[in-house]
């Protein structure tokens, strides 16, 4: 299992999401451009000395990130998205899936969405936008880790 964090702005997020990615085991693959130089202070603030021991690929663009799925023949995309009518409890997860959220401002363009294999959501309060990002992921990683059983063993 992996995450995908397309064109992130804001640094403390992804360095969260880095954070929980390393110590889950999972890999992350950062889609550019980026919001910030991943050096930023703030990112490495959030991520702590977590992110010398995590699975990183940096990806200059949408396309090159394709290309490297093509390549190793990554597994399905599955959106987070609050435009997404399947709540992430009810959605089969798979091992090789790849756990992509949008860009904090503005999500992902029309063209990501359609091709994503699965789109979910995480089910909020009436009259509620959206969740933090980073809190968002967890929540749906952890489903995703528990129902194909990849937590990390020496966890358990």
Known sequence: MRIA?????IP????????T?????????IIGPCGFVLSNKQMRRAGMDYLDRLDLNNHSS???FQESRRISAG??????S??????????PFQPDDILLVGRESAGVPEDVHTIADGRVRVPMAPGMRSLNV???LAMVLGEALRQTEEFPKESL
């Open 21 to 29: 990615a390393a110590c889950l085991g999972v890999g992350v693959d």
């Open 75 to 80: 597994g399905r995309l599955v959106l987070l």
């Open 134 to 136: 980073a809190q968002a």
């Open 5 to 9: 964090l397309y064109q992130p702005d």
């Open 62 to 64: 949408w396309q090159a």
């Open 12 to 19: 403390g997020n992804a360095g969260a999401i880095m954070r």
């Open 82 to 91: 609050t435009a997404s009518d399947d709540s992430y409890l009810q959605f």
